[in-house]
């Protein structure tokens, strides 16, 4: 449904994305997380055909987003992060107004717009002018307008951005109903969010894709590097230096407690199991050993490995 080929983007000499690739099928949900700054936005621009790519070229259900735009965008439904409401028309005008910016029938407005307003839960409001609406309402009629002509691709830049809690889970509610009708990319800096909707993530930083797959996928293959967490009691310096001189030990975290226990939070290195051997240290030391554990990785921390290091750990799965 949608596929991107080796997208790179130049403003002036500076890349924003290089050689971006990858595919979102039909019904899909996909996150495209990354750090403020990281090619997020430029790239779902591209897909949108609101800007072009310099080099490599992507399609929409088919069509070039370069070459065939207007085919292309008949496909396309997309919310950008400040979404492009009239503020002075009433809910029902607006999306009315879209529907007709669309190449929609009078019919068929009248069809959807009943079905949208319901999809987006804006039953009482749908005369009231958007401009005295909160944000996340607004953000809702967003959602409404971009689908209003039955896209088979949604594209959702930072969906949830300035809205409150309540507002949050109910738009990623209204996300994941609407994904069964559409692909759906949604592009975020959250990690909750990513975690919470999405079927897929693509991780993206500095311009570049460091990792595609599922977040429980990216756990997996992410705990090939295991993580330890120790509460133990003990002289601080000497614990640390004995862990760290550890060769089997990558990084050393720890912090202490207002009993004096300290919470040690250890990366072994190329997956090694250590928890005998980081026992074994503390006994032998006379320390006293409370607690250890392995520790899964969550998405915020896949996320944080994978956007401070150069390295680009994952490839797509062919």
Same mark, same amino acid.
């Given at each position: 449904?949608?596929?991107?080929?080796?997208?790179?983007?130049?403003?002036?000499?500076?890349?924003?994305?290089?050689?971006?690739?990858?595919?979102?099928?039909?019904?899909?949900?996909?996150?495209?997380?990354?750090?403020?700054?990281?090619?997020?936005?430029?790239?779902?621009?591209?897909?949108?055909?609101?800007?072009?790519?310099?080099?490599?070229?992507?399609?929409?259900?088919?069509?070039?987003?370069?070459?065939?735009?207007?085919?292309?965008?008949?496909?396309?439904?997309?919310?950008?992060?400040?979404?492009?409401?009239?503020?002075?028309?009433?809910?029902?005008?607006?999306?009315?107004?879209?529907?007709?910016?669309?190449?929609?029938?009078?019919?068929?407005?009248? #069809?959807?717009? =009943?079905?949208?307003? /319901?999809?987006?839960?804006?039953?009482?409001?749908?005369?009231? !002018? &958007?401009? $005295?609406?909160?944000?996340?309402?607004?953000?809702?009629?967003?959602?409404?307008?971009?689908?209003?002509?039955?896209?088979?691709?949604?594209?959702?830049?930072?969906?949830?951005?300035?809205?409150?809690?309540?507002?949050?889970?109910?738009?990623?509610?209204?996300?994941?109903?609407?994904?069964?009708?559409?692909?759906?990319?949604?592009?975020?800096?959250?990690?909750?969010?990513?975690?919470?909707?999405?079927?897929?993530?693509?991780?993206?930083?500095?311009?570049?894709?460091?990792?595609?797959?599922?977040?429980?996928?990216?756990?997996?293959?992410?705990?090939?590097?295991?993580?330890?967490?120790?509460?133990?009691?003990?002289?601080?310096?000497?614990?640390?230096?004995?862990?760290?001189?550890?060769? #089997?030990?990558? =990084?050393?975290?720890? /912090?202490?407690?207002?009993?004096?226990?300290?919470?040690?939070? !250890? &990366?072994? $290195?190329?997956?090694?199991?250590?928890?005998?051997?980081?026992?074994?240290?503390?006994?032998?030391?006379?320390?006293?050993?409370?607690?250890?554990?392995?520790?899964?990785?969550?998405?915020?921390?896949?996320?944080?490995?994978?956007?401070?290091?150069?390295?680009?750990?994952?490839?797509?799965?062919?």
């Amino acid at each position: 449904m949608v596929q991107a080929n080796n997208i790179t983007k130049f403003y002036g000499e500076y890349p924003a994305i290089s050689n971006v690739s990858f595919t979102a099928n039909k019904g899909e949900i996909i996150g495209f997380l990354g750090p403020n700054g990281s090619g997020k936005t430029t790239t779902m621009r591209i897909l949108t055909g609101y800007m072009p790519a310099s080099s490599g070229d992507a399609t929409i259900a088919g069509y070039d987003v370069a070459n065939q735009s207007l085919e292309a965008k008949q496909h396309v439904g997309y919310l950008p992060e400040n979404a492009p409401l009239y503020t002075d028309m009433k809910v029902n005008e607006y999306l009315t107004f879209t529907g007709k910016i669309r190449g929609m029938t009078t019919t068929a407005i009248k #069809s959807r717009l =009943d079905e949208i307003i /319901e999809i987006c839960r804006l039953q009482e409001y749908r005369n009231t !002018i &958007i401009g $005295k609406l909160s944000k996340g309402f607004r953000q809702r009629v967003g959602i409404a307008q971009a689908i209003i002509h039955q896209p088979d691709v949604l594209i959702l830049d930072e969906p949830t951005i300035g809205i409150d809690p309540i507002q949050v889970v109910e738009t990623r509610s209204l996300i994941k109903e609407i994904g069964g009708d559409s692909t759906i990319i949604l592009s975020s800096h959250i990690l909750p969010e990513v975690s919470a909707i999405c079927e897929r993530v693509i991780i993206i930083n500095d311009g570049e894709i460091v990792a595609v797959d599922s977040p429980e996928n990216l756990s997996n293959r992410l705990e090939a590097t295991e993580r330890i967490r120790i509460e133990a009691l003990g002289k601080t310096s000497d614990m640390v230096s004995v862990f760290r001189n550890n060769p #089997s030990v990558q =990084d050393v975290n720890f /912090e202490t407690l207002d009993d004096g226990k300290i919470i040690f939070d !250890i &990366i072994s $290195k190329g997956g090694l199991e250590i928890r005998s051997e980081l026992a074994k240290s503390v006994i032998d030391n006379g320390w006293s050993l409370y607690n250890l554990q392995a520790v899964s990785l969550s998405l915020e921390d896949i996320f944080l490995r994978l956007t401070t290091n150069e390295e680009k750990i994952f490839e797509e799965k062919k």
